[in-house]
Protein backbone atom coordinates (compact mmCIF):
# COMPACT_ATOMS: atom_id res chain seq x y z
CA UNK A 1 0.00 0.00 0.00
CA UNK A 2 1.00 3.47 0.36
CA UNK A 3 3.09 5.38 2.66
CA UNK A 4 5.00 8.18 3.39
CA UNK A 5 8.90 7.99 4.88
CA UNK A 6 10.12 11.07 7.05
CA UNK A 7 12.71 11.72 8.53
CA UNK A 8 12.27 11.89 12.04
CA UNK A 9 13.70 14.25 14.56
CA UNK A 10 13.77 15.86 16.71
CA UNK A 11 15.31 19.14 15.17
CA UNK A 12 16.89 21.95 16.60
CA UNK A 13 18.13 24.37 14.52
CA UNK A 14 19.09 28.46 15.08
CA UNK A 15 17.28 31.13 14.12
CA UNK A 16 17.69 32.14 10.10
CA UNK A 17 19.33 28.61 9.95
CA UNK A 18 18.27 26.82 6.47
CA UNK A 19 15.92 23.85 7.02
CA UNK A 20 15.64 20.49 5.10
CA UNK A 21 12.77 17.93 6.11
CA UNK A 22 13.22 14.58 3.68
CA UNK A 23 9.93 12.97 2.90
CA UNK A 24 9.91 10.25 0.33
CA UNK A 25 6.79 8.35 -0.32
CA UNK A 26 5.45 5.17 -2.05
CA UNK A 27 2.40 5.50 -4.21
CA UNK A 28 0.31 4.53 -6.98
CA UNK A 29 -0.14 6.62 -9.43
CA UNK A 30 0.72 10.46 -8.92
CA UNK A 31 -1.10 11.48 -5.89
CA UNK A 32 -1.14 15.00 -4.23
CA UNK A 33 1.34 15.45 -1.61
CA UNK A 34 0.68 17.79 1.15
CA UNK A 35 3.01 18.92 4.37
CA UNK A 36 1.09 19.82 7.45
CA UNK A 37 2.30 21.28 10.60
CA UNK A 38 1.12 21.58 14.03
CA UNK A 39 1.89 24.49 16.26
CA UNK A 40 2.29 23.75 20.15
CA UNK A 41 -1.53 22.91 21.32
CA UNK A 42 -3.04 23.49 18.19
CA UNK A 43 -4.50 21.15 15.78
CA UNK A 44 -3.06 20.31 11.80
CA UNK A 45 -2.71 23.00 9.70
CA UNK A 46 -2.02 22.68 5.70
CA UNK A 47 1.28 24.48 4.95
CA UNK A 48 1.37 23.85 1.17
CA UNK A 49 0.48 21.11 -1.68
CA UNK A 50 1.81 19.94 -4.74
CA UNK A 51 -0.83 18.31 -7.20
CA UNK A 52 1.42 16.67 -10.06
CA UNK A 53 5.12 15.87 -10.69
CA UNK A 54 7.68 19.36 -10.97
CA UNK A 55 4.97 21.03 -8.86
CA UNK A 56 6.01 23.16 -6.49
CA UNK A 57 4.33 24.43 -3.17
CA UNK A 58 5.09 27.21 -0.90
CA UNK A 59 3.66 29.12 1.53
CA UNK A 60 5.30 31.38 4.60
CA UNK A 61 9.06 30.85 3.12
CA UNK A 62 8.72 27.05 3.10
CA UNK A 63 8.49 25.33 -0.21
CA UNK A 64 8.39 21.55 -1.61
CA UNK A 65 9.04 20.02 -4.43
CA UNK A 66 6.93 17.01 -5.90
CA UNK A 67 9.68 14.96 -7.09
CA UNK A 68 8.68 12.03 -9.25
CA UNK A 69 11.75 10.17 -10.43
CA UNK A 70 13.27 10.48 -6.54
CA UNK A 71 9.65 10.00 -5.31
CA UNK A 72 10.12 12.87 -3.11
CA UNK A 73 8.58 16.17 -1.42
CA UNK A 74 11.19 17.36 1.00
CA UNK A 75 10.45 20.68 2.93
CA UNK A 76 13.30 23.34 2.71
CA UNK A 77 12.67 27.06 3.89
CA UNK A 78 16.17 29.12 3.71
CA UNK A 79 15.84 31.08 7.24
CA UNK A 80 14.27 29.43 10.20
CA UNK A 81 12.44 31.93 12.60
CA UNK A 82 11.53 31.08 15.96
CA UNK A 83 7.86 30.99 15.83
CA UNK A 84 8.51 27.84 13.11
CA UNK A 85 8.70 25.47 15.91
CA UNK A 86 6.27 22.91 15.23
CA UNK A 87 6.03 19.43 14.34
CA UNK A 88 5.81 18.50 10.28
CA UNK A 89 3.87 15.85 8.82
CA UNK A 90 4.39 15.06 5.14
CA UNK A 91 0.71 13.13 3.79
CA UNK A 92 -0.17 11.67 1.15
CA UNK A 93 -4.19 11.16 0.23
CA UNK A 94 -3.16 7.23 -0.49
CA UNK A 95 -5.73 5.27 1.93
CA UNK A 96 -8.47 3.61 -0.14
CA UNK A 97 -11.11 5.98 1.74
CA UNK A 98 -9.12 8.73 0.58
CA UNK A 99 -7.69 9.12 4.24
CA UNK A 100 -4.05 10.64 4.43
CA UNK A 101 -1.51 8.60 5.01
CA UNK A 102 0.97 10.74 7.41
CA UNK A 103 4.59 10.85 8.02
CA UNK A 104 5.21 10.15 11.97
CA UNK A 105 6.52 13.83 11.92
CA UNK A 106 9.35 15.56 12.29
CA UNK A 107 9.82 18.21 15.65
CA UNK A 108 11.26 21.48 14.87
CA UNK A 109 12.61 23.61 17.33
CA UNK A 110 14.36 27.06 16.57
CA UNK A 111 16.29 29.00 18.99
CA UNK A 112 16.96 32.41 19.05
CA UNK B 1 -16.06 31.22 7.89
CA UNK B 2 -15.92 28.84 10.68
CA UNK B 3 -13.63 25.95 10.28
CA UNK B 4 -14.00 22.42 12.04
CA UNK B 5 -14.57 22.23 15.12
CA UNK B 6 -14.76 19.89 18.08
CA UNK B 7 -15.92 19.00 21.55
CA UNK B 8 -14.77 18.66 23.87
CA UNK B 9 -11.39 20.01 23.73
CA UNK B 10 -10.02 17.81 27.00
CA UNK B 11 -11.59 14.45 28.48
CA UNK B 12 -10.03 12.96 31.62
CA UNK B 13 -12.26 9.47 32.18
CA UNK B 14 -11.34 6.53 34.40
CA UNK B 15 -11.17 3.08 32.79
CA UNK B 16 -14.36 1.37 31.89
CA UNK B 17 -16.69 4.46 31.67
CA UNK B 18 -17.89 5.16 28.25
CA UNK B 19 -16.92 8.78 26.18
CA UNK B 20 -18.59 10.67 23.18
CA UNK B 21 -16.29 13.11 21.37
CA UNK B 22 -17.84 15.16 18.95
CA UNK B 23 -17.16 17.21 15.45
CA UNK B 24 -18.61 19.83 13.61
CA UNK B 25 -17.52 19.78 10.09
CA UNK B 26 -17.26 23.03 7.90
CA UNK B 27 -19.96 23.65 6.79
CA UNK B 28 -20.97 22.27 3.07
CA UNK B 29 -18.09 19.70 3.47
CA UNK B 30 -19.37 16.44 2.34
CA UNK B 31 -16.70 14.42 3.89
CA UNK B 32 -15.76 13.72 7.29
CA UNK B 33 -12.50 11.81 8.55
CA UNK B 34 -11.38 10.54 12.28
CA UNK B 35 -7.79 10.04 12.89
CA UNK B 36 -6.21 9.50 16.35
CA UNK B 37 -2.72 10.59 17.06
CA UNK B 38 -0.85 9.31 20.12
CA UNK B 39 2.91 9.01 21.15
CA UNK B 40 3.57 5.54 19.57
CA UNK B 41 1.31 5.38 16.60
CA UNK B 42 2.08 8.91 15.08
CA UNK B 43 -1.79 9.23 12.76
CA UNK B 44 -3.55 6.66 12.21
CA UNK B 45 -7.11 6.62 10.25
CA UNK B 46 -10.05 5.41 12.04
CA UNK B 47 -12.95 6.11 9.78
CA UNK B 48 -14.25 8.11 6.57
CA UNK B 49 -18.17 9.35 6.07
CA UNK B 50 -19.54 10.51 2.35
CA UNK B 51 -22.66 11.90 3.62
CA UNK B 52 -23.90 9.68 6.81
CA UNK B 53 -22.35 6.71 5.20
CA UNK B 54 -19.70 4.58 6.63
CA UNK B 55 -18.66 2.68 4.02
CA UNK B 56 -16.03 0.71 5.57
CA UNK B 57 -15.28 0.53 9.33
CA UNK B 58 -12.54 -1.52 9.65
CA UNK B 59 -10.03 1.28 10.64
CA UNK B 60 -11.52 1.24 13.65
CA UNK B 61 -9.38 -0.17 16.63
CA UNK B 62 -11.68 -2.40 18.24
CA UNK B 63 -15.59 -2.70 18.60
CA UNK B 64 -15.51 -0.98 21.56
CA UNK B 65 -15.21 2.11 18.99
CA UNK B 66 -18.28 3.30 16.82
CA UNK B 67 -19.17 6.39 14.92
CA UNK B 68 -22.20 8.00 13.32
CA UNK B 69 -23.04 10.99 11.58
CA UNK B 70 -26.12 12.56 11.22
CA UNK B 71 -27.94 14.96 8.53
CA UNK B 72 -24.57 15.00 6.81
CA UNK B 73 -22.94 17.29 9.53
CA UNK B 74 -22.09 16.52 13.08
CA UNK B 75 -20.09 13.34 13.99
CA UNK B 76 -19.90 11.73 17.40
CA UNK B 77 -17.30 9.08 18.09
CA UNK B 78 -17.95 7.17 20.86
CA UNK B 79 -15.59 4.74 23.04
CA UNK B 80 -17.08 2.31 25.26
CA UNK B 81 -15.56 0.82 28.33
CA UNK B 82 -12.46 3.38 27.80
CA UNK B 83 -9.46 1.72 28.46
CA UNK B 84 -5.47 3.21 29.26
CA UNK B 85 -4.35 2.41 25.56
CA UNK B 86 -7.05 4.92 24.08
CA UNK B 87 -5.56 7.99 25.50
CA UNK B 88 -4.57 9.93 22.30
CA UNK B 89 -5.65 12.61 20.46
CA UNK B 90 -9.01 12.40 18.38
CA UNK B 91 -8.54 14.44 15.29
CA UNK B 92 -11.59 15.32 13.13
CA UNK B 93 -11.17 16.90 9.18
CA UNK B 94 -13.65 17.27 6.70
CA UNK B 95 -13.39 18.37 2.98
CA UNK B 96 -15.71 19.23 0.40
CA UNK B 97 -15.37 15.87 -1.35
CA UNK B 98 -13.53 12.74 0.02
CA UNK B 99 -13.80 9.00 -0.52
CA UNK B 100 -10.53 7.26 -2.41
CA UNK B 101 -9.40 8.86 -5.36
CA UNK B 102 -10.17 12.33 -3.80
CA UNK B 103 -7.26 14.92 -3.34
CA UNK B 104 -9.27 17.29 -1.70
CA UNK B 105 -7.45 19.43 1.05
CA UNK B 106 -8.84 17.69 4.25
CA UNK B 107 -9.11 20.75 7.12
CA UNK B 108 -8.46 19.84 10.83
CA UNK B 109 -10.23 20.77 13.80
CA UNK B 110 -8.16 20.99 17.22
CA UNK B 111 -8.91 17.67 18.48
CA UNK B 112 -9.86 16.48 21.62
CA UNK B 113 -7.17 14.97 23.98
CA UNK B 114 -8.60 11.90 25.59
CA UNK B 115 -6.83 10.60 29.03
CA UNK B 116 -7.90 7.31 30.42
CA UNK B 117 -6.95 6.90 33.68
Known amino acids: GDSVTQMEGPVTLSEEAFLTINCTYT??????LFWYVQYPGEGLQLLLK?????DKGSNKGFEATYRKETTSFHLEKGSVQVSDSAVYFC???????????FGKGTKLSVKP | GAGVSQSPSNKVTEKGKDVELRCDPI?????LYWYRQSLGQGLEFLIY????????KSGLPSDRFSAERTGGSVSTLTIQRTQQEDSAVYLC???????????????FGPGTRLTVL
Open chain 2, 49 to 56: FQGNSAPD
Open chain 2, 93 to 107: ASSYVGGAGSYNEQF
Open chain 1, 50 to 54: ATKAD
Open chain 1, 91 to 101: ALPGGSQGNLI
Open chain 1, 27 to 32: ATGYPS
Open chain 2, 27 to 31: SGHTA
